[in-house]
């Protein structure tokens, strides 16, 4: 199938690890992505292909797949990543594009 | 450096069509797949479609089949978007987004201001 399920909400106090996961069938055979959006804002594209990062983002921005699970973690979570956060994946020529429900984070 | 820009707020009534407009500058328009997103309030993101504006290629999620066109204009560098049939549900920020890296359609990598297209009679 083609839906993504995410953690409606995570909460992580500043310098800690933050892990968001995104669960879906698809998963197992199609890249991930990830996007950060804060309010007001369009989203931008924090991982792409389950573990690439763009030039711009930081280092401590991460991505990882195992099965149908991948992971977005964010290593010393400061005030300024509180945002939404997507995943998002598609079939192998994007005919058919989905988005996770977002998850919310929040910094302590 | 590539930009999109979207036309303004709208209002409609239920039953009515809107059209977004997604004006691209600072790349070659024509080879870039543009995407369309769109956010009803307090919402998630929800894909609607893509269109390839060098030959006018279009795909579009299941559920708005029938009721979206995506067009473009390449003479000025111009994607635009219309939905017929409106209702409330349909009251949400529309974004055009275009693919990051050429050919790989996903991810969508520079994205439109958003539009506010609101539904109320």
């Known amino acids: 199938s083609y839906e993504l399920t995410q953690p409606p909400s995570v909460s992580v106090s500043p310098g800690q690890t933050a892990r968001i996961t995104c669960s879906g069938d698809?998963?197992?055979?199609?890249?991930a992505y990830w996007y950060q959006q804060k309010p007001g804002q369009a989203p931008i594209v924090v991982i792409y292909?389950?573990?690439k990062r763009p030039s711009g983002i930081p280092e401590r921005f991460s991505g990882s797949s195992s099965g149908t699970t991948v992971t977005l973690t964010i290593s010393g979570v400061q005030a300024e990543d509180e945002a939404d956060y997507y995943c998002?994946?598609?079939?192998?020529?994007?005919?058919?594009?989905?988005f996770g429900g977002g998850t919310k984070l929040t910094v302590l | 450096q590539e930009k999109l820009v979207q036309s303004g707020a709208e209002v409609k009534k239920p039953g009515a069509s809107v059209r977004v407009s997604c004006k691209a500058s600072?790349?070659?328009?024509?080879?870039?797949?543009i995407h369309w997103v769109r956010q009803a309030p307090g919402q998630g993101l929800e894909w609607m479609g893509w269109?390839?504006?060098?030959?006018?290629?279009?795909n579009y999620a299941q559920k708005f089949q029938g009721r979206v066109t995506m067009t473009r204009d390449t003479s000025i560098s111009t994607a635009y978007m219309e939905l017929s049939r409106l209702s409330s549900d349909d009251t949400a920020v529309y974004y055009c987004?275009?693919?990051?890296?050429?050919?790989?359609?996903?991810?969508?990598?520079?994205w439109g201001q958003g539009t506010l297209v609101t539904v109320s009679s």
């Open positions: 998002q994946s598609a079939d192998s020529i994007a005919t058919y594009v989905v």
């Open positions: 987004a275009r693919e990051r890296d050429l050919g790989g359609r996903l991810p969508m990598g520079s």
């Open positions: 698809t998963l197992s055979k199609q890249y």
């Open positions: 292909k389950d573990n």
């Open positions: 600072g790349y070659t328009f024509a080879v870039y797949y």
């Open positions: 269109i390839h504006p060098n030959n006018g290629g279009t």
